[in-house]
Nanobody
Framework: QVQLVESGGGLVQPGGSLRLSCAAS????????MSWYRQAPGKQRELVAF???????NYVDSVKGRFTISRDNAKNTVALQMNSLNPEDSAVYYC?????????WGQGTQVTVSS
């Protein structure tokens, strides 16, 4: 059974940085596109960034130039480096992968940007 476990969330001041990590178990994720989503209270879950097996990346406009997605195939992990955070980035962040037609999710990690 595939499991995704996110970590690295927390409380940070505006302008600060956080690095989220997603550790996969039960499957090798190197051949899959991995994604980070986020969901703020009262809002729909949105795709933040994804990285393909060939390490091509894409980002939602609101985080371009501030967030960087990366993957470490040796460790079976995906990371999201978040810089210049602002309160609008506050949300639960989820790691996700589509395998065999099913979208799998981690449990999420809370990011709160506040002074």
């Amino acid at each position: 059974q595939v499991q995704l476990v996110e970590s690295g969330g927390g409380l940070v001041q505006p302008g600060g940085s956080l690095r989220l990590s997603c550790a996969a178990s039960g499957a090798i994720i190197s051949t899959y596109t991995m994604s980070w989503y986020r969901q703020a209270p009262g809002k729909q879950r949105e795709l933040v960034a994804f990285i393909t097996s060939g390490r091509s990346t894409n980002y939602v406009d609101s985080v371009k130039g501030r967030f960087t997605i990366s993957r470490d195939n040796a460790k079976n992990t995906v990371a999201l480096q978040m810089n210049s955070l602002n309160p609008e980035d506050s949300a639960v962040y989820y790691c996700s992968v589509v395998m065999q037609g099913s979208q799998l999710w981690g449990q999420g990690t809370q990011v709160t940007v506040s002074s």
